[in-house]
């Protein structure tokens, strides 16, 4: 069993959905919550104070990236990410094994770890659980995550076997390698791919770990919606009640809401700001593109009532006109698309406290599929799984 | 030397107009830049002159560009816009000169140099609705005297058009309605005429005799020795002679360091400035010492002796690109900078940042290099109340050019 460093209150559900509060070393974080990225240390184009007005309080930093540059040693020399970027909330780090896989060369991995080629000079490197947990630890995240065998979603077979089985042999190394319970949480993460035996297996085994919190795994990874929901709810239907569920690397608008309604907690993804580099906003409509020819005299904000610092001050014309040659442009739809979802599991949050959130939830996809004037079969399946009534009728 | 403070509205002399890129700040949001309080800003009108329709319809919608570029309701009326021809950003010269008396080439965001006459200038200029319109100008075609008489002759003419644009005659009886002359944009004339103290004179003179506000002095870039460029800024000073006193005055360059204490030394009182955005560029804080306790007991400086560091001495920066030096600094870039960079970030992080080309970075020096030059120009007026520019001038070169 682990220590936690973390407390974590549901206040109120609604069938699956839960609105709670997790309290980490940092101060608290409501959820559901949509967690934004800054790999290296910084959300691309904003500054900390910025991150903090926009109302985030748990923010990610990528391992992989991190021990690279700065380094481990360094950021634990000078006490930590939290210091080194002046970010007074919470933050989650990655293992490192995601990144390790999708950026390096793989060469092999073996029950002591992975071995791959460093991106840099193409040396040979190796990544055991223990080494990732360390370099965790000296990050100094609220959260971590253990080190996992990660296959490709869509693996099935063997091979996906053999990794489940890996990762719940490599769980208790990682706990084991833990030097910071008291101060921080080590999440395992389920796997098992698109296989419900295997990720029954994975969930057993795990839960008998007794951990803070859990992720969901080997999902988001281009795999069928279909298969996506039902894994989630799976999943959702075995975790515990009363910690934490983290569904990593989900994060569109629609996926935010469909699981928050299956029961989980937090989100990550990166889509938000790299979508919005290209010009796409999120609205409640869908996306927005920005950089489309119907912008240019278009002097309305990017949504309509939308609090957010860039919709207080700019408007679609302006934003499509300066996104080709400044980057300015860029950091303000970014922090658009950061508030968009960071308000939006808030609403979402609220709604279950207030005791309306079927209501929340038919407009919310009323909205956002105004312009396909239909709503996908796995999100109409999945709310079936929620328990969630979904009645809505499209105008001709 | 004699230093008479002028308030432009809220602008004490010295002071500075800061370059944008299309109106906001060089990678700052509205949230970066408003602590900086810069409430003069530089549009450069190239980056709006295909912009017609989209004026159009603002106008139809009741909104100004002010509010357009991200202006609140409360900076429309205490933040103001001089629009301005050249822009010291663009890698292309801003401008080409054209055959017919009435046009210019300038240089488009929009893709190349793109024609336009002087009606159609500040046809565009005037739905801008700028606090102060400098006049247009030609860069001129070549080094002879012949182009720059050229220039000098096109530059006066667009000025005339731009008074008949802006300070329209009502009923042609001009005596009687001169207190009904429309001032909401003050009038800027163009000084060119380069090395040539003939084309400058009379272009002095010319524009000394039209309803102006204030002279911008341009053409200085293309000097090829400080020394030129020192002889033609005072020769122009000269030639204004009394009237300076009644003039803003404005020296339109990139703006370092060495432009501000060269054009401040011979009594310029406003400054166009890109510099601290093109140091943030390439990833250079600015690294200067603002204790000036004992800058009033500084021996000032001859002219000579200000020249001469001037051409061989840079004000000091930080070179963030140099990560392994700036590792282990975990405090801000200056000591006491109270920006935001310096009091919340490291010179760790920035040069983290940096290095992994993460834009926080350059917004973090953007941030500390504009509030360096708020500084600088604070000292300057605080200096030039107490008649001590001079001094000022001296301390500040010993203590921050190397
Ligand atoms: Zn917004
Ligand atoms: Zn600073």
Redesign the pocket.
Same mark, same amino acid.
């Given at each position: 069993s682990m220590n936690k460093a973390l407390k974590f209150v549901v206040h109120k559900t609604c069938n699956k959905a839960r609105a709670s509060t997790l309290t980490l070393p940092h101060g608290d974080v409501l959820t559901p919550v949509y967690m934004p990225v800054g790999t290296k240390g910084t959300i691309k184009g904003l500054t900390s104070q910025e991150m903090e007005n926009l109302g985030c309080r748990l923010l990610l930093g990528n391992t992989y990236h991190l021990a690279y540059q700065p380094g481990g040693n360094y950021l634990e020399k000078v006490g930590g990410l939290h210091k080194f970027m002046n970010w007074k909330y919470n933050i989650l780090t990655d293992s490192g094994g995601f990144q390790m896989v999708s950026l390096s060369k793989l060469c092999e991995i073996s029950e002591e770890g992975v071995k791959f080629e460093s991106p840099v000079d193409g040396s040979e490197m190796f990544l055991r659980p223990e080494d990732s947990v360390h370099n965790q630890n000296q990050i100094g995240a609220d959260i971590m995550m253990a080190l996992d065998d990660v296959v490709q979603t869509t693996t099935v077979g063997e091979r996906m076997k053999i990794a489940c089985e890996r990762t719940v042999r490599w769980i208790d190394r990682n706990i084991q390698a833990h030097e910071r319970k008291d101060v921080q949480n080590l999440y395992p993460i389920v796997q098992g791919g698109l296989d419900f035996d295997l990720r029954k297996y994975c969930l057993d085994e795990l839960i008998k770990r007794d951990a803070p919190g859990y992720a969901i795994g080997g999902l988001a990874g281009g795999e069928d919606k279909q298969d996506f929901w039902k894994i989630v709810n799976y999943c959702t239907d075995h975790l515990p009640k009363d910690k934490p569920r983290y569904l990593m690397g989900v994060g569109y608008p629609d996926d935010l809401i469909v699981c928050s309604c299956l029961g989980v907690d937090q989100f990550d993804c990166v889509f938000s700001t790299r979508t919005a580099r290209f010009g796409t906003a999120f609205t409640k409509y869908g996306f927005m593109r920005l950089k489309n020819a119907d912008k240019e005299f278009d002097l309305k904000p990017i949504e309509e009532g939308c609090e957010c610092p860039t919709c207080q001050r700019y408007s679609r014309s302006f934003l499509h006109n300066t996104i080709a040659k400044e980057e300015t442009a860029c950091h303000l739809i970014s922090q658009h698309n950061l508030y968009f979802l960071l308000n939006l599991m808030k609403q979402f949050r609220q709604s279950i406290l207030d005791d309306r959130m079927e209501e929340f939830v038919n407009e919310f996809f009323k909205n956002y599929f105004s312009h396909e004037k239909q709503i996908p079969q796995w999100i109409q399946d999945a709310m079936v799984a929620a328990k969630i009534n979904l009645n809505i009728k499209f105008d001709e | 030397m004699a230093y008479k403070p002028k308030v432009l509205k809220s602008l004490k002399s010295p002071g500075f107009f800061m370059n944008t890129r299309k109106g906001t700040l060089y990678q700052l949001t509205n949230h970066n830049s408003e602590p900086l309080n810069l409430n003069h800003l530089i549009v450069s009108q190239s980056d709006f002159l295909h912009c017609e329709k989209l004026f159009e319809v603002l106008k139809e919608q009741n909104k100004s560009f002010k509010s357009y570029i991200g202006f609140s309701q409360e900076e429309e009326s205490k933040k103001f816009i001089y629009l301005s021809p050249i822009d010291y950003y663009k890698p292309q010269q801003t401008m080409e000169a054209t055959a017919k008396a009435d046009t210019v080439k300038l240089y488009t965001t929009r893709g190349g140099y793109f024609e336009v006459s002087d009606e159609q200038y500040y046809k565009i200029s005037k739905m801008i609705n700028p606090d102060i319109i400098v006049s247009l100008t030609e860069i001129p075609t070549g080094k002879g005297k012949k182009s720059h008489k050229r220039s000098v002759e096109k530059t006066i003419g667009f000025l005339d058009k731009a008074i008949s644009i802006f300070r329209p005659k009502v009923n042609g009886n001009n005596d009687q309605n001169e207190n009904h002359t429309d001032k909401s944009t003050l009038i800027f004339g163009s000084i060119e005429g380069g090395q040539f103290d003939e084309q400058r004179k009379e272009c002095v003179q010319k524009t000394l005799e039209r309803d102006i506000d204030g002279v911008v002095l341009h053409g200085t870039e293309s000097a090829e020795t400080i020394e030129e460029k020192a002889r033609q800024i005072a020769l122009t000073m000269e030639y204004l002679g009394e009237h300076k006193e009644n003039l803003y005055t404005v020296y339109s360059s990139k703006g370092t360091i060495q432009d501000i204490l060269l054009g401040v030394s011979n009594g310029i009182d406003y400054y166009e400035v890109d510099y601290p955005n093109q140091l943030a560029h390439s990833h250079q %804080?600015l690294n200067l010492d603002f204790d000036n306790k004992n800058y009033a007991d500084t021996q000032p400086l001859s002219n000579e002796e200000i020249l001469n560091t001037l051409k061989s001495k840079q004000p000091k920066t930080f070179n963030m690109t140099e990560y392994e030096k700036h590792k282990e600094s975990l405090i801000?870039?200056?000591d006491g #900078? !109270?920006?935001? %960079? #310096? !009091?919340n970030h490291t010179q760790a992080y920035v040069a983290h940042l940096i290095k992994c080309k993460e834009l926080t970075g350059t917004i973090l020096i953007t941030? @500390?290099n504009i @509030? !360096?030059y708020n500084i600088l120009f604070q000292q300057l007026q605080e200096a030039a109340e107490n008649q001590k520019l001079s001094n000022y001038i001296s301390w500040f070169i010993k203590t921050n050019l190397i």
């Amino acid at each position: 069993s682990m220590n936690k460093a973390l407390k974590f209150v549901v206040h109120k559900t609604c069938n699956k959905a839960r609105a709670s509060t997790l309290t980490l070393p940092h101060g608290d974080v409501l959820t559901p919550v949509y967690m934004p990225v800054g790999t290296k240390g910084t959300i691309k184009g904003l500054t900390s104070q910025e991150m903090e007005n926009l109302g985030c309080r748990l923010l990610l930093g990528n391992t992989y990236h991190l021990a690279y540059q700065p380094g481990g040693n360094y950021l634990e020399k000078v006490g930590g990410l939290h210091k080194f970027m002046n970010w007074k909330y919470n933050i989650l780090t990655d293992s490192g094994g995601f990144q390790m896989v999708s950026l390096s060369k793989l060469c092999e991995i073996s029950e002591e770890g992975v071995k791959f080629e460093s991106p840099v000079d193409g040396s040979e490197m190796f990544l055991r659980p223990e080494d990732s947990v360390h370099n965790q630890n000296q990050i100094g995240a609220d959260i971590m995550m253990a080190l996992d065998d990660v296959v490709q979603t869509t693996t099935v077979g063997e091979r996906m076997k053999i990794a489940c089985e890996r990762t719940v042999r490599w769980i208790d190394r990682n706990i084991q390698a833990h030097e910071r319970k008291d101060v921080q949480n080590l999440y395992p993460i389920v796997q098992g791919g698109l296989d419900f035996d295997l990720r029954k297996y994975c969930l057993d085994e795990l839960i008998k770990r007794d951990a803070p919190g859990y992720a969901i795994g080997g999902l988001a990874g281009g795999e069928d919606k279909q298969d996506f929901w039902k894994i989630v709810n799976y999943c959702t239907d075995h975790l515990p009640k009363d910690k934490p569920r983290y569904l990593m690397g989900v994060g569109y608008p629609d996926d935010l809401i469909v699981c928050s309604c299956l029961g989980v907690d937090q989100f990550d993804c990166v889509f938000s700001t790299r979508t919005a580099r290209f010009g796409t906003a999120f609205t409640k409509y869908g996306f927005m593109r920005l950089k489309n020819a119907d912008k240019e005299f278009d002097l309305k904000p990017i949504e309509e009532g939308c609090e957010c610092p860039t919709c207080q001050r700019y408007s679609r014309s302006f934003l499509h006109n300066t996104i080709a040659k400044e980057e300015t442009a860029c950091h303000l739809i970014s922090q658009h698309n950061l508030y968009f979802l960071l308000n939006l599991m808030k609403q979402f949050r609220q709604s279950i406290l207030d005791d309306r959130m079927e209501e929340f939830v038919n407009e919310f996809f009323k909205n956002y599929f105004s312009h396909e004037k239909q709503i996908p079969q796995w999100i109409q399946d999945a709310m079936v799984a929620a328990k969630i009534n979904l009645n809505i009728k499209f105008d001709e | 030397m004699a230093y008479k403070p002028k308030v432009l509205k809220s602008l004490k002399s010295p002071g500075f107009f800061m370059n944008t890129r299309k109106g906001t700040l060089y990678q700052l949001t509205n949230h970066n830049s408003e602590p900086l309080n810069l409430n003069h800003l530089i549009v450069s009108q190239s980056d709006f002159l295909h912009c017609e329709k989209l004026f159009e319809v603002l106008k139809e919608q009741n909104k100004s560009f002010k509010s357009y570029i991200g202006f609140s309701q409360e900076e429309e009326s205490k933040k103001f816009i001089y629009l301005s021809p050249i822009d010291y950003y663009k890698p292309q010269q801003t401008m080409e000169a054209t055959a017919k008396a009435d046009t210019v080439k300038l240089y488009t965001t929009r893709g190349g140099y793109f024609e336009v006459s002087d009606e159609q200038y500040y046809k565009i200029s005037k739905m801008i609705n700028p606090d102060i319109i400098v006049s247009l100008t030609e860069i001129p075609t070549g080094k002879g005297k012949k182009s720059h008489k050229r220039s000098v002759e096109k530059t006066i003419g667009f000025l005339d058009k731009a008074i008949s644009i802006f300070r329209p005659k009502v009923n042609g009886n001009n005596d009687q309605n001169e207190n009904h002359t429309d001032k909401s944009t003050l009038i800027f004339g163009s000084i060119e005429g380069g090395q040539f103290d003939e084309q400058r004179k009379e272009c002095v003179q010319k524009t000394l005799e039209r309803d102006i506000d204030g002279v911008v002095l341009h053409g200085t870039e293309s000097a090829e020795t400080i020394e030129e460029k020192a002889r033609q800024i005072a020769l122009t000073m000269e030639y204004l002679g009394e009237h300076k006193e009644n003039l803003y005055t404005v020296y339109s360059s990139k703006g370092t360091i060495q432009d501000i204490l060269l054009g401040v030394s011979n009594g310029i009182d406003y400054y166009e400035v890109d510099y601290p955005n093109q140091l943030a560029h390439s990833h250079q %804080a600015l690294n200067l010492d603002f204790d000036n306790k004992n800058y009033a007991d500084t021996q000032p400086l001859s002219n000579e002796e200000i020249l001469n560091t001037l051409k061989s001495k840079q004000p000091k920066t930080f070179n963030m690109t140099e990560y392994e030096k700036h590792k282990e600094s975990l405090i801000g870039f200056t000591d006491g #900078c !109270q920006c935001y %960079a #310096c !009091q919340n970030h490291t010179q760790a992080y920035v040069a983290h940042l940096i290095k992994c080309k993460e834009l926080t970075g350059t917004i973090l020096i953007t941030i @500390h290099n504009i @509030h !360096q030059y708020n500084i600088l120009f604070q000292q300057l007026q605080e200096a030039a109340e107490n008649q001590k520019l001079s001094n000022y001038i001296s301390w500040f070169i010993k203590t921050n050019l190397i």
